[in-house]
């Protein structure tokens, strides 16, 4: 994952604001496709949440993978 500034920073910022992720913990993780600035994702987590990411991602993608599969989108 890029470390540095990321072409939607202040979208992710603005949503961690607004659910509360920055007083709390946690973190959000913003992926955009096709956006007015082209492809591109922005994370702001805490550092435990960070290390989770990989697992989180994983376990997003069998499910995006599962629900495609018994509609028989795959």
């Given at each position: 994952?890029?470390?540095?500034?990321?072409?939607?920073?202040?979208?992710?910022?603005?949503?961690?604001?607004?659910?509360?992720?920055?007083?709390?913990?946690?973190?959000?993780?913003?992926?955009?496709?096709?956006?007015?600035?082209?492809?591109?994702?922005?994370?702001?987590?805490?550092?435990?949440?960070?290390?989770?990411?990989?697992d989180i991602l994983e376990a997003a993608?069998r499910q995006l993978r599962q629900e495609?599969?018994?509609?028989g989108t795959s």
């Open positions: 994952m890029p470390i540095g500034p990321g072409k939607y920073d202040d979208l992710c910022t603005y949503v961690s604001e607004q659910v509360g992720t920055r007083e709390r913990g946690g973190g959000v993780l913003l992926i955009v496709l096709n956006g007015d600035r082209g492809n591109g994702f922005s994370c702001t987590a805490d550092y435990e949440t960070i290390l989770q990411l990989p993608a495609m599969s018994s509609k």
